[in-house]
């Protein structure tokens, strides 16, 4: 695989034009809107691409063997990788703890639907008009926001803090980015979201112009953004996949942390995190403090003894 210059990636746009139809990322890239990066088997006639994107990463074309083993290799084992339907890419994911993540993509229009900004709440615009964000006095508690903007094309993304969720906040957030996204002119406007996430699907479907597209994505995490999203049994299963993988990736043991945990087996979080401590885990305290599935272990001493230790190893000397 070797890398394309910018003035390059005029080749890859046949290649690449099914997968930026539903991915504006690559789009983005191609361009030269988004900053991005290339790779491809052939410069000249590529029929297998990487593209490093704003929003992952993508693998275009069906990559024979020879091929998937050396984007295997180009691949970091964190990656985010989204494929191309269909297309058996076992041989090019660069770690054995990579799991499918199930993906839809919807296609959103704005919609006359009733919605009424509570009172004690304040909806104020972004910079770019287009995306906007709501706060409760001082703290905000939900955002929509373009996730990237080409022409008059763009995706958005919506949080809504956890307390303030099953609301209506969310419909109201996206109703009024539509909207002002449309006096913009952005004509063409989507969501992308796990096929798990049950809350972002709802909302999505209240705007939608036509059934989602189904996509796929391969990464070494938890498919899924929110508690709840995925059942008890499969999170059992999940934990044990990235246990096996832990005595080659360290970090897997955070995410067979959060498995367990929305497996309802706080014990067998607790003893991940440990782990985590234990073998010089290299990630930040934080990032376990404030994961979405591990907020049901805030409250373990446990879980605090394990995060006080992780912050002396980050300490620096003396």
Not at 45 to 52: F, S, T
């Amino acid at each position: 695989m070797r890398q394309l210059a910018a003035s390059q990636f005029e080749s890859v746009a046949a290649l690449a034009a099914g997968m930026a139809e539903i991915h504006a990322s690559i789009a983005a890239v191609l361009a030269g809107v988004a900053a991005g990066a290339v790779w491809v088997d052939d410069a000249a006639r590529p029929a297998v691409a990487i593209i490093e994107g704003p929003e992952g990463s993508y693998l275009l074309g069906k990559p024979a063997d020879a091929v998937a083993a050396a984007i295997a290799d180009l691949l970091d084992d964190w990656v985010y990788l989204h494929v191309p339907p269909g297309a058996d890419v076992s041989a090019a994911l660069p770690n054995r703890a990579m799991l499918a993540h199930p993906r839809l993509v919807f296609s959103l229009k704005p919609a006359d639907l009733p919605v009424i900004l509570p009172t004690e709440l304040t909806l104020s615009a972004d910079a770019d008009a287009i995306g906007h964000r709501l706060f409760d006095g001082e703290m905000e508690i939900g955002r929509c926001l373009p996730d990237l903007v080409i022409g008059a094309r763009a995706e958005i993304g919506l949080w809504v803090h956890p307390k303030y969720r099953c609301r209506g906040l969310g419909t109201l957030l996206v109703k009024t980015v539509l909207d002002a996204a449309r006096a913009q002119g952005i004509s063409r406007i989507g969501w992308h979201c796990h096929a798990s996430n049950r809350g972002s699907v709802a909302i999505a479907r209240r705007f939608a112009d036509a059934p989602p597209v189904q996509a796929l994505a391969y990464s070494a995490s938890l498919p899924a953004e929110n508690a709840g999203d995925l059942d008890e049994p499969p999170c059992r299963q999940f934990a044990r996949h990235f246990e096996a993988g832990e005595a080659e990736i360290v970090w897997l043991g955070f995410h067979a942390a959060c498995a367990w945990a929305e497996a309802g087996e706080t014990g067998k979080a607790l003893d991940a995190v440990e782990r985590l401590a234990r073998n010089g885990w290299q990630g930040e305290p934080g990032w376990l403090a404030h994961h979405w599935a591990l907020a049901r272990l805030q409250q373990e001493p446990r879980f605090a003894a394990a995060l006080e230790t992780l912050k002396k190893q980050k300490a620096p000397p003396g």
